[in-house]
């Protein structure tokens, strides 16, 4: 869990001195009150410890998508990102314009150091990263906690209005999303049964409450069709005849080939075989394939929240 807290620096000790140097003439006008300067910086928590950081930095480098489609939103600017496989809605990040960061698990340091950012950000993929970019500039992981994913998702975007001071902004994102969540657990609650998978390279993994994409059961209220899976980033192996014993009344599928741009079998190829036809969810139509950019791509972030709950409300109906 991420938090800020503004540090105000105070100009009292100056004035106080002021104020004693003239107390012995009684004919001078009072001294005026005390006046506090406009803070500059703030103490951000954040799950690597607490950092101080610039209000308003000026140069921000982010090696979390999920950061810059929030910062995006809030209409504040990025300079250096990595520009592997940014996904299309953020597109006008990878222009030259913007800084070539290196990649999510591997940044260019050279270039970061060069770049003299006020901020870097860095989330789940990166995280391994965060001690030696603190070295270069101020750093903040703003890493989301699967297991709290929407509360997680509100600190964090909570966090940039602070930092960014686009606290009103943030604030009216939230309730819009609040509002889609509400229409959306209405139609998950009562859908059936669901069982989360994704195809990767031919192979099948599945998802349970406390996963990744956990959070479409522990918070959406989508019923898991089986309770044992394993809660793991990258889900557990699965074949198509547990898809078939397990007989999900919704499929919903995430396409990781697609989103990371890898040729190959697609989701819809993967699944489609005599034994997976045998299920509930195939039956009646039922499979829903996730826009796997949103889902595993970004994850979080505004734009982000807002496309999967949206496809989750449309696509349960």
């Not at 005390?34 to 000026?58: C, F, M, S, W």
């Not at 994102?173 to 139609?187: H, T, Y």
């Not at 990767?200 to 059961?217: C, D, P, V």
């Given at each position: 869990?991420?938090?800020?807290?503004?540090?105000?620096?105070?100009?009292?000790?100056?004035?106080?001195?002021?104020?004693?140097?003239?107390?012995?003439?009684?004919?001078?006008?009072?001294?005026?009150?005390?006046?506090?300067?406009?803070?500059?910086?703030?103490?951000?928590?954040?799950?690597?410890?607490?950092?101080?950081?610039?209000?308003?930095?000026?140069?921000?480098?982010?090696?979390?998508?999920?950061?810059?489609?929030?910062?995006?939103?809030?209409?504040?600017?990025?300079?250096?990102?990595?520009?592997?496989?940014?996904?299309?809605?953020?597109?006008?990040?990878?222009?030259?314009?913007?800084?070539?960061?290196?990649?999510?698990?591997?940044?260019?340091?050279?270039?970061?150091?060069?770049?003299?950012?006020?901020?870097?950000?860095?989330?789940?993929?990166?995280?391994?990263?965060?001690?030696?970019?603190?070295?270069?500039?101020?750093?903040?992981?703003?890493?989301?906690?699967?297991?709290?994913?929407?509360?997680?998702?509100?600190?964090?975007?909570?966090?940039?209005?602070?930092?960014?001071?686009?606290?009103?902004?943030?604030?009216?994102?939230?309730?819009?999303?609040?509002?889609?969540?509400?229409?959306?657990?209405?139609?998950?609650?009562?859908?059936?049964?669901?069982?989360?998978?994704?195809?990767?390279?031919?192979?099948?993994?599945?998802?349970?409450?406390?996963?990744?994409?956990?959070?479409?059961?522990?918070?959406l209220g989508l019923t898991p069709a089986i309770d044992d899976?394993?809660?793991?980033?990258?889900?557990?192996?699965?074949?198509?005849?547990?898809?078939?014993?397990?007989?999900?009344?919704?499929?919903?599928?995430?396409?990781?080939?697609?989103?990371?741009?890898?040729?190959?079998?697609?989701?819809?190829q993967v699944l489609d075989n005599e034994v997976i036809a045998g299920t509930t969810?195939?039956?009646?139509?039922?499979?829903?394939?996730?826009?796997?950019?949103?889902?595993?791509?970004?994850?979080?972030?505004?734009?982000?929240?807002?496309?999967?709950?949206?496809?989750?409300?449309?696509?349960?109906?």
């Amino acid at each position: 869990m991420t938090h800020a807290r503004t540090r105000i620096f105070s100009l009292g000790i100056l004035a106080l001195s002021g104020a004693l140097a003239l107390s012995g003439c009684a004919s001078a006008p009072a001294e005026p009150a005390p006046t506090k300067a406009a803070a500059t910086e703030i103490d951000v928590e954040h799950v690597q410890g607490t950092t101080e950081v610039p209000l308003n930095p000026e140069t921000v480098i982010t090696f979390d998508m999920a950061s810059l489609d929030t910062l995006d939103a809030l209409g504040v600017k990025v300079d250096g990102l990595p520009q592997q496989n940014v996904p299309e809605y953020l597109s006008e990040y990878a222009g030259e314009e913007y800084l070539n960061a290196g990649t999510l698990f591997e940044p260019d340091y050279e270039a970061v150091n060069a770049a003299e950012p006020d901020l870097i950000i860095v989330a789940n993929r990166s995280a391994a990263a965060y001690e030696e970019l603190s070295k270069i500039a101020p750093t903040i992981d703003l890493t989301l906690d699967w297991e709290n994913y929407l509360p997680s998702f509100r600190t964090n975007v909570e966090t940039l209005g602070e930092i960014f001071e686009k606290q009103d902004e943030a604030t009216t994102a939230l309730e819009e999303i609040d509002g889609k969540i509400e229409e959306a657990k209405e139609q998950a609650t009562d859908a059936g049964t669901g069982l989360i998978v994704m195809t990767n390279a031919g192979e099948i993994t599945a998802y349970g409450s406390g996963s990744r994409f956990g959070w479409l059961h522990d918070e959406l209220g989508l019923t898991p069709a089986i309770d044992d899976v394993d809660a793991a980033t990258h889900g557990d192996p699965v074949s198509p005849e547990f898809i078939l014993e397990t007989n999900p009344d919704w499929l919903l599928v995430i396409d990781r080939d697609a989103a990371i741009g890898e040729s190959g079998s697609t989701a819809r190829q993967v699944l489609d075989n005599e034994v997976i036809a045998g299920t509930t969810a195939w039956q009646n139509d039922q499979v829903l394939y996730l826009d796997s950019v949103p889902f595993y791509v970004v994850m979080s972030g505004l734009g982000a929240v807002n496309q999967m709950v949206d496809q989750i409300t449309d696509g349960l109906k």
